[in-house]
T-cell receptor, first 114, second 112 residues
Framework: NAGVTQTPKFRVLKTGQSMTLLCAQDMNHEYMYWYRQDPGMGLRLIHYSVGEGTTAKGEVPDGYNVSRLKKQNFLLGLESAAPSQTSVYFC?????????????FGQGTRLTVV | GENVEQHPSTLSVQEGDSAVIKCTYS??????FPWYKQELGKRPQLIID?????GEKKDQRIAVTLNKTAKHFSLHITETQPEDSAVYFCAASRGGGFKTIFGAGTRLFVKA
């Protein structure tokens, strides 16, 4: 039981390049999330998904796209990377139990856009 | 929109002293308040949570209090140890809701 796994752990991109971050969870969670973490700003929600085939925008969605083709995977795409997207990205997942429950986080992806 | 404010942003205490971190939330429908600890270079992990039907919850050296009327909640760490040094995040979410809103984080330093 690996929990939540993110790929890759580190990446350096040039401005304008594209990339996809992969999040995989083996806990059969319905809800999955992508956050970015910047100094002094906490964890800001980019996009989220409440089930396979569904996605929704969070607080800071511009410049990102997501897909949830399989329940266990949630992909975050950057079509044309910008230096402002330099950040640490965290994926998280949790159960849908009707109430609110603990979120389990991946280990993070440190992305630098130069 | 929904907002969670967290104070202080940095806190330095002597080993053995207590540490208190405070958060306020804006969404009166919020009813679940988790606290996460993030050690340097690691992922955030839940350390304690509280639901709106209780006013206080304790787990060994950690306690959380909730004042629904004032819309604020606090984390209390007693007898701090160097391994408590980390960034702590408070968060709030509403029942049946999908989103959890995080505070900006508090960096706690425990000096030996």
């Amino acid at each position: 039981n690996a929990g939540v796994t993110q790929t890759p752990k580190f990446r350096v991109l040039k401005t304008g390049q594209s990339m996809t971050l992969l999040c995989a969870q083996d806990m059969n969670h319905e809800y999955m999330y992508w956050y970015r973490q910047d100094p002094g700003m906490g964890l800001r929600l980019i996009h989220y998904s409440v089930g396979e085939g569904t996605t929704a925008k969070g607080e800071v969605p511009d410049g990102y796209n997501v897909s949830r083709l399989k329940k266990q995977n949630f992909l975050l795409g950057l079509e044309s990377a910008a230096p402002s997207q330099t950040s640490v990205y965290f994926c998280a997942s949790r159960f849908n139990t009707g109430g609110n429950t603990e979120a389990f986080f991946g280990q993070g992806t440190r992305l630098t856009v130069v | 929109g929904e907002n969670v404010e967290q104070h202080p942003s940095t806190l330095s205490v002597q080993e053995g002293d207590s540490a208190v971190i405070k958060c306020t939330y804006s969404d009166s429908a919020s009813n679940y308040f988790p606290w996460y600890k993030q050690e340097l270079g690691k992922r955030p992990q839940l350390i304690i949570d509280i639901r709106s039907n209780v006013g206080e919850k304790k787990d060994q050296r950690i306690a959380v209090t909730l004042n629904k009327t004032a819309k604020h909640f606090s984390l209390h760490i007693t007898e701090t140890q160097p391994e408590d040094s980390a960034v702590y995040f408070c968060a709030a979410s509403r029942g049946g809701g999908f989103k959890t809103i995080f505070g900006a984080g508090t960096r706690l330093f425990v000096k030996a």
